[in-house]
């Protein structure tokens, strides 16, 4: 009997040995995709230096569509990963990544558009948050959520941790040197998956129709409360004044001020650092305070911080500017957990489902305005009236947030 038991704790200590190692291919998967969201903006300070004629606005076309599809793209790359599995589809997502740098270093605007909107957004889309739903409540089942939270996190490390050092490389080397970099990175991700992701399909995987089915039907179900409009309102808001501006126009914008790109990409990291901060206060409060109104805090807070920035950059790195990407990151993501308890309480089993359709709708308006924000560049020579309307729809948000009653629909699960 002690060596049957033995066996038995060996046997459960592989398991999660194995698990844990998938673990970290998982967030290095996430760091790898979260690479491509925000190297567009630097790209576009960086053509122009290298004597091609694009800057943002050329390129707001795929930047818009590439954010649209990484949030449509998401719930369906969840079906084919429970469909065909994990691995395949990750290996395909990371193979496309790995072609698509190779083909925007080739200087034609209308390829890099199609590839970066379509090709890159779609691959990006399948490491979102929804990819980490997945595999904390197949692979973790009693961590989900230190599970989920740590690929979170990831994601936001991914989009804006490595800026600064892209930077500089492409200072060095040139513009093609990120993609090549970003490119090399998803390599390693793609060999780690094939050595270490499981190749069987998650527990209880059926048929691809099946499983679109099951992602789709809850959608149209949710189309009749308001409760969803609501949700969908507030992250379409959310969205646009969060990686429409940020991730697509903030270095463009430090460049017309003549802050290098460098010290723009520090800002953005600082982002990105104090994003798990601001995300792991919001959830803990969410818990224990009301959801809606620490989310139209956070709207209130993060509309005023945009007000704030055209007064105070400058051409210098200074702790102004500093304050700002402290400040911001703070309440970048930490709309997250009110907004998906609030979706689990309108929704309660189909929650996390329509959750993912909410996200999609964060990414339109992200594409929203990462296309309006190209256009005001354009028009106007600026982008100071990105602010401005980024800062109003922050305070709309918050309205809405303050005044949507969000109660359990009469949804079956």
Excluded at 98 to 123: D, E, K, Q, T
């Amino acid at each position: 009997m002690t060596e049957i038991g033995a066996m038995k704790d060996k046997s459960q200590h592989t398991g999660q040995a194995i698990n844990f190692g998938f673990l970290s291919v998982a967030i290095f998967s996430v760091i790898a995709a979260g690479t491509y969201t925000t190297l567009a903006g630097l790209l576009a300070t960086k053509f122009i230096a290298s004597g091609i004629e694009w800057d943002a606005t050329n390129i707001s076309i795929g930047i818009a569509v590439n954010m649209a599809l990484y949030g449509l793209f998401s719930p369906f790359a969840v079906a084919l990963m429970k469909t065909y599995g994990v691995r395949r589809v990750s290996v395909c997502a990371l193979g496309v990544l790995i072609a698509s740098s190779l083909l925007c270093m080739i200087p034609n605007l209308l390829l890099f558009n199609v590839v970066w909107g379509v090709f890159i957004g779609a691959a990006v889309g399948a490491f979102t948050m929804s990819y980490a739903a997945l595999i904390a409540t197949t692979y973790f089942s009693r961590n989900i959520g230190l599970v989920s939270g740590v690929l979170t996190a990831a994601s936001v490390l991914g989009q804006f941790l490595l800026l600064p050092f892209w930077a500089e490389v492409s200072d060095v080397w040139g513009w093609r040197a990120p993609l090549l970099g970003a490119g090399s990175i998803a390599l390693v991700a793609l060999l780690l998956n094939l050595k270490y992701t499981p190749h069987s399909k998650p527990a209880g995987a059926v048929s691809l129709n099946t499983t679109v089915q099951i992602v789709v039907e809850p959608l149209i179900m949710a189309l009749r409360h308001p409760a969803f409009w609501a949700l969908l309102a507030v992250f379409f808001l959310c969205g646009a004044t969060t990686n429409g501006l940020l991730w697509s126009h903030f270095t463009a914008f430090c460049g017309d001020i003549g802050l290098d790109a460098t010290s723009a990409s520090i800002v953005l990291a600082l982002v990105g650092i104090f994003n798990v901060v601001g995300t792991t206060a919001s959830g803990w409060l969410s818990d224990r305070f009301s959801a809606r109104a620490i989310l139209a805090f956070i709207f209130f807070g993060r509309g005023l911080t945009l007000f704030w920035l055209p007064l105070i950059i400058t051409s210098e790195f200074d702790p102004m500017i500093a304050t700002f990407g402290i400040v911001f990151g703070i309440l970048d993501v930490a709309t997250v957990p009110p907004v998906v308890l609030l979706c689990n309480r309108a929704f309660g089993d189909n929650g996390p489902i329509i959750f993912s359709w909410i996200s999609a709708g964060h990414q339109i308006g992200a594409g929203f305005m990462a296309l309006t924000g190209g256009i005001i560049r354009s028009q106007l020579g600026t982008y100071d009236l990105m602010w401005m309307i980024g800062g109003a729809f922050c305070i709309l948000a918050a309205t809405v947030s303050s005044f949507s009653r969000v109660r359990k629909q009469p949804y079956p699960a």
